[in-house]
């Protein structure tokens, strides 16, 4: 069963820094494009960052999180990172994981549960 | 930076009705528009990839058409398990976005 699973989010002071995981099973990490999407309480879907596959670590991210964010993927645990730093209460949301299709308009198929971070004094 | 505006950003609707959604683009994305459903403390599940192709799983009675800028995804006979939110998301270029979400709710 192909399956994303998050980690590490929580509680945390403005401009503090937190990094969540995003454990695969039944994908592979480096084989794929992988994004993190964000929903603020009681609002839509945000896009964050996106990590493109093969050996390269091309990158790309929302402004809102460009400079704080940092997307990194351990392809020995398949594991893809999210580095939050500079933490801002508008930063508060549920994250997920997704994988991003290969095939047709670069949808997500595959999305994590999510974790939840909140950021506040 | 491309944005993405759904209309109605929410409805009602009863079982059986046929249910219509539009999104559109503020460019020109070709047929890079992606359709989401998401309920209420779970996470999105893609319904509709480039703006027509249903998605592996999906029941038929979901459709998309659409290129350019205007988009819509159809529910046919609205089921009792498809009261949720669905989201637009543009692949187009390098930063995707998503629309604002249209909420389905039982009349």
């Known amino acids: 069963e192909v399956q994303l699973v998050e980690s590490g989010g929580g509680l945390i002071q403005p401009g503090g820094s937190l990094r969540l995981s995003c454990a695969a099973s039944?994908?592979?990490?480096?084989?794929?494009?992988m994004s993190w999407v964000r929903q603020g309480p009681g609002k839509g879907l945000e896009w964050v960052s996106v990590?493109?596959?093969?050996?390269?670590?091309?990158?790309n991210y929302a402004d809102s999180v460009k400079g704080r964010f940092t997307i990194s993927r351990d392809n020995s645990k398949n594991t893809l990172f999210l580095q939050m730093n500079t933490l801002r209460v508008e930063d508060s949301a549920v994250y997920y994981c997704a994988r991003v299709q290969k095939r047709g308009a670069y949808g997500m198929d595959v999305w994590g549960p999510g974790t939840t971070v909140t950021v506040s004094s | 930076d491309i944005q993405m505006t759904q209309s109605p950003s929410s409805l009602s609707a009863s079982v059986g009705d046929r249910v219509t959604i539009t999104c559109r683009a503020s460019?020109?994305?070709?047929?890079?528009l992606n359709w989401y459903q998401q309920k209420p403390g779970k996470a999105p599940k893609l319904l509709i990839y480039a703006a027509s192709s249903l998605q592996s799983g999906v029941p038929s009675r979901f459709s998309g058409s659409g290129s350019g800028t205007d988009f819509t995804l159809t529910i046919s006979t609205l089921q009792p398990e498809d009261f949720a939110t669905y989201f637009c998301?543009?692949?187009?270029?390098?930063?995707?976005?998503f629309g604002g979400g249209s909420k389905v709710e039982i009349k």
């Open positions: 039944g994908l592979t990490v480096s084989d794929n494009y």
């Open positions: 998301q543009q692949s187009y270029g390098t930063s995707p976005s």
């Open positions: 460019q020109s994305i070709s047929n890079y």
């Open positions: 990590i493109y596959r093969d050996s390269g670590t091309s990158t």
